[in-house]
């Protein structure tokens, strides 16, 4: 098994399943990004030790599931502690335990922890008994507290002229990023990756040679090549040059 391959060949499916743990449990904006980044410089650290660690027990897809979500375990714990229910939850039983978890470590609005407990099968219980359960528990911080736009609010005609501005850019860049993707894709596996860290995942020049064994220092020509037959790929499909010069990540 070729572990660049592999990594290349199944990197969407690592964004996919970062991201989705990180709407399940509430994590958005910066700290999903945050997230999604370390996952992907663990898998390549110490010369994709982790990938290299299958052993066909299950389906990859499986196995890359399985450690993304070990991964997010210890990133939560990382970020904000060890979680541990309240001792009325523990008095309470197991149902108040899950409860507690759904609200308070995981984010949940009150009638999403009782649709996801109900759902999932793991306790009988209705959104009646729930919510007495709910009233016995003691009131704790959320791991993670966002703050929400009010539904009730109504946009303004300049706020409007800005949403459809705003509409607009998201999707030429969108169009800019799948033919980057095209263009990137014709390129030898290596290089790929090489472009794949530095301008679409922002990984530092240096982490890349860490990750993939390779020399500093040749690694800067080397981009600066790989740019230019990118950027005249992108030029005949009617991008110009600054969208690249867009994705440049910080100097290192």
Not at 105 to 120: K, V, Y
Not at 206 to 228: C, F, H, T
Request: aromatic content about 6%.
């Amino acid at each position: 098994m070729d572990p660049s391959a592999v990594y290349l060949e199944h990197l969407d499916r690592i964004n996919r399943v970062a991201d989705s743990l990180c709407a399940r449990h509430g994590i958005r904006g910066a700290d999903a990004e945050d997230f999604a980044s370390e996952v992907r410089l663990r898998l390549l650290q110490d010369d994709y030790s982790v990938l290299r660690k299958y052993r066909g027990a299950s389906t990859l897809p499986t196995f890359l599931t399985v450690v993304i979500g070990n991964l997010f375990r210890d990133y939560r714990i990382k970020r904000w502690g060890k979680w541990r229910p309240s001792a009325a939850a523990k008095r309470l039983g197991l149902t108040a335990v899950l409860l507690e978890t759904a609200v308070y470590r995981d984010g949940r609005s009150f009638d999403e922890a009782c649709r996801g407990l109900q759902e999932n099968g793991r306790v009988n219980v209705d959104t009646a008994e729930l919510r007495r359960i709910m009233t016995e528990l003691p009131r704790r911080t959320r791991a993670r507290e966002e703050g929400e736009a009010s539904l009730d609010s109504v946009a303004t005609p300049e706020q409007a002229d800005g949403h459809a501005l705003e509409n607009e850019r998201s999707k030429q860049a969108r169009t800019a990023e799948s033919a980057l993707r095209r263009a990137v894709a014709r390129l030898d596996p290596e290089d790929q990756l090489i472009i794949t860290m530095r301008f679409l995942e922002a990984i530092s020049i240096a982490d890349i040679a860490r990750g993939l064994g390779l020399e500093q220092k040749p690694l800067y020509p080397r981009i600066k090549r790989l740019l230019g037959s990118l950027a005249s790929q992108l030029a005949s499909e009617g991008i110009g040059p600054e969208y690249l010069e867009s994705l440049s990540p910080p100097s290192d």
